[in-house]
């Protein structure tokens, strides 16, 4: 699920998912009974993506960040080799760390927060700040992809753009390594579409803000996974942490 999950409150909030018919305190409530017969587990996406990134992508940094990009933003920690908190994605709230406290309003009630300035469902209306890009004009929504093709093509509102975006992420990036310090940061979801031109800002960015005794030693690079991967990971930390089986009861339910 594309949400904070709280295991103590039985509580998922802070979604990008629209559940008109559901409060969200009803969910898990409902789900314990909605399968009767199997074992579930609730999970966070962003948590299950970084868990396949560890496995498949064969991490070897104890202490790592994963960071997750498409409608709104996620991240999950890992500390000497551990996953911080578990997979309810209730540890960190990276999405809504503020750049930019006289920014936009975010739908949090905050201003400036990552998903409000950097989020793909934030690209459309960013553009007019920079300019026009003509080769999108057209298009309802714009994804990473789309501006990423538009900068690789040199379009200089494009580039403009990615540029500030790059930016407004190493801030969150500086406070971040000078918080945990992560070794290896891994950008995954939607936004290695943006290119080469972003990753490489971003890494210059960062030799500008923050600690640079811990920034100078941190790697950043783009997740080599595909973006679905979070369905590998929730199956391998499902069966990891939770599943046993040597159970003769299939019916337990999991929360992270």
């Excluded at 933003?73 to 994605?89: N, Y």
């Excluded at 969150?172 to 950008?187: G, K, R």
Aim: charge should be negative; include cysteine.
């Amino acid at each position: 699920m594309s949400a904070m999950i709280d295991a103590s409150s039985n509580e998922v909030y802070s979604t990008t998912l629209n559940l008109p018919s559901m409060e969200s305190t009803q969910i898990i409530k409902s789900l314990k009974t909605a399968f009767p017969g199997y074992p579930v587990d609730l999970l966070n996406d962003t948590a299950c993506y970084s868990y396949a990134e560890k496995v498949y992508g064969n991490i070897k940094e104890k202490n790592f960040a994963f960071l997750n990009f498409g409608r709104g933003i996620g991240a999950t920690l890992f500390t000497e080799g551990s996953m911080l908190g578990t997979a309810s994605g209730s540890s960190t709230q990276f999405g809504h760390y503020s750049i930019d406290p006289h920014g936009p309003e975010c739908i949090c009630g905050n201003h400036g927060c990552l998903e409000v300035m950097i989020s793909e469902q934030a690209l459309k209306n960013r553009i007019p700040e920079f300019g026009q890009i003509p080769s999108l004009s057209a298009l309802s929504e714009i994804t990473f992809s789309d501006l990423g093709k538009a900068a690789t093509f040199r379009d200089p509102t494009a580039l403009a753009m990615v540029k500030e975006m790059a930016w407004e992420l190493s801030i969150a990036l500086s406070n971040l390594i000078s918080t945990v310090n992560p070794s290896l940061i891994v950008l995954g979801g939607k936004i290695p579409d943006l290119g080469e031109y972003f990753l490489n800002e971003v890494r210059e960015d960062l030799k500008k803000t923050g600690f640079r005794r811990m920034v100078d030693n941190v790697t950043v690079r783009y997740s080599q996974l595909q973006s679905d991967s979070f369905l590998n990971g929730a199956m391998k930390y499902f069966f990891d942490i939770h599943y046993s089986f040597t159970n003769q009861d299939p019916t337990n339910f999991f929360i992270g």
